[in-house]
């Protein structure tokens, strides 16, 4: 399984992206699909993830900035943010988790936020 993360950059406080995870087969075959985060000196933690049936979950840090998607036929899975904080700068990185508990990380895109 490949999975291939993209729209990071570097945005001022306040800023929107949208981050995409385009993944080589099926994104509904997984039990679920989602972005992480791992700042620097820091452990990687969730950001959101939707399940195979539609459910989502955000970290509570998300405070509605954030909202995960995905399209089924282009088996890719979404992350728009907005209201960028500088604490949000990271890299970002798509996981799909297979209902065997098998996870299946992209490459990690960067997110820089300036004050």
């Known amino acids: 399984v490949q999975l291939q993360a993209s729209g990071g950059g570097l945005v001022q406080a306040g800023g929107s992206l949208r981050l995409s995870c385009a993944a080589s087969?099926?994104?509904?075959?997984?039990?679920?699909t989602g972005w992480y985060r791992q700042a620097p000196g820091k452990e990687r933690e969730l950001v959101a993830r939707?399940?195979?049936?539609?459910?989502?979950n955000y970290a509570d840090f998300v405070r509605g900035r954030f909202t995960i998607s995905r399209d089924i036929a282009r088996n890719t899975v979404n992350l728009q943010m907005k209201g960028l904080e500088p604490d949000d700068t990271a890299v970002y990185y798509c996981?799909?988790?297979?209902?065997?508990?098998?996870?299946?990380w992209g490459q990690g895109t960067q997110v820089t936020v300036s004050s």
């Open positions: 087969r099926s994104i509904f075959s997984f039990a679920s």
């Open positions: 939707i399940t195979q049936r539609a459910t989502t």
């Open positions: 996981n799909a988790a297979s209902a065997s508990t098998v996870d299946y």
